[in-house]
């Protein structure tokens, strides 16, 4: 498994907007305004499950979600964290990480599935982004 062979799923690669990098992780904004809503994926081909890690990188996996949250939560408060790797959709090990308050769109269900996402407006997407990486990078 090198990074060389490494592949973002098209879903993904549609459906997100690549941050920044850290050491294991590529940092996605989902393109869904409803939500404050990050992805994590390892840039490793190949990986299905969280268990396909070794020991290391399943711990700086867990670190760099938790930084992910960190940040989102600095920059977008919420009062519940969901952190979920579902796919059962998109094969590749990816991480949810989102934040969610009483009586957003899908509240208390799940986001996932929910309704249609609402894509941000380019200031937005543009202010957004840079929120998250200067808080990520420094």
């Not at 990098?21 to 190949?46: E, I």
């Not at 990986?47 to 890690?53: G, M, R, S, T």
Request: with cysteine; net charge negative.
């Amino acid at each position: 498994m090198s990074e060389t062979a490494f592949m973002l799923d098209p879903r993904l690669q549609a459906d997100t907007r690549h941050v920044v990098s850290l050491p294991l992780c590529d940092v996605r904004l989902m393109n869904d305004a409803r939500f404050p809503w990050l992805v994590l994926v390892p840039r490793r081909a190949g990986l299905v499950e969280i268990c396909d890690l070794p020991a290391d990188a399943q711990a700086l996996l867990w670190q760099e979600a938790n930084l992910a949250a960190h940040v989102l939560r600095s920059i977008a408060p919420f009062e519940k964290l969901n952190l979920g790797a579902l796919g059962n959709i998109v094969r590749q090990l990816h991480i949810h990480v989102v934040g969610r308050r009483e009586g957003d769109a899908a509240w208390p269900g799940p986001v996932w599935g929910h309704g249609r996402a609402e894509p941000y407006a380019p200031d937005a997407l543009e202010r957004r982004m840079g929120q998250l990486q200067d808080a990520l990078v420094t």
